[in-house]
């Protein structure tokens, strides 16, 4: 056993009716089992989440499902000190939406990009509606090969659960994902289903929810993927 102990902020706003809140923890745990390591949790309400707050006691962060948040801008706050800080970080479903916002808005420097479930009649909505509601729903996947997510999963084809009605506009998608922003991963109609950072430990963002294998007794890929960046970032 690892005598030094993780911390791990989970930016949300806990609720213990949420299926991926209730399997975030055993995930973690599962994934912690598998390494030999301690992790302690912290639950980071969005709207406790202040400029003044404190984060570099924190290992890695991921920025879970449920959203809209009580304080967007909260949520935002807290990804980019985990993208300008290089601490690692995972983003699912609502955590995939709005690294995709903070990205535009602190990196491509579009001041006026906005959440569709929030702002629907916003110019730059960059995140709306999907084509087709994926509320627990399932699906295949194809990863991009030599990504971080594709090295975690050791395959290509994946099939995951989610419980999200939004993702990124494709009116926006080509300059979203112009620079260092990348895909990583697409359903079987070419959708973007994750993206990652280049040039950062560890930045992995999914549309769907890995998390929710815990529930079947699966230890998810992607968490220990996680908590090894975590270690390696602690050492």
């Known amino acids: 056993m690892n005598a030094t102990a993780l911390h791990l902020a989970l930016i949300g706003d806990y609720n213990p009716d949420v299926t991926a809140h209730q399997a975030i923890p055993i995930a973690v745990q599962q994934a912690a089992d598998h390494l030999g ?3 302690h949790l912290h639950w980071l309400d969005t709207d406790t989440l202040t400029p003044a707050t404190e984060l570099h006691g924190f290992d890695g962060f991921w920025c879970v499902p449920a959203s809209p948040y009580r304080d967007t801008e909260g949520a935002l706050r807290a990804i980019r000190f985990a993208r300008e800080q290089r601490r690692p970080f995972l983003g699912t479903c609502g955590g995939f939406q709005h690294a995709m916002l903070e990205y535009a808005r602190n990196v491509l420097g579009w001041a006026d990009a906005e959440h569709g479930e929030l702002a629907p009649q916003a110019k730059r909505a960059i995140i709306t509606p999907l084509s087709c509601s994926l509320v627990e729903a399932t699906g295949t996947l194809r990863l991009v090969p030599y990504t971080r ?13 989610y419980r999200c009605s939004y993702g990124v506009n494709p009116q926006f998608q080509d300059a979203l994902l112009a620079g260092d922003l990348i895909p990583s991963g697409h359903d079987a109609a ?13 930045f992995v963002t999914t549309l769907f929810q890995p998390e929710r294998a815990a529930l079947k007794g699966i230890t998810p890929p992607l968490v ?11 050492l």
């Open 37 to 39: 390591l301690t992790v």
């Open 149 to 161: 997510i594709a090295d975690a999963y050791g395959t290509l084809d994946l099939h995951e659960g």
């Open 190 to 202: 070419g959708e973007l289903r994750a993206a990652e950072l280049l040039d950062h430990p560890f």
């Open 224 to 234: 220990i993927a996680l908590l090894k960046a975590c270690q390696e970032q602690s």
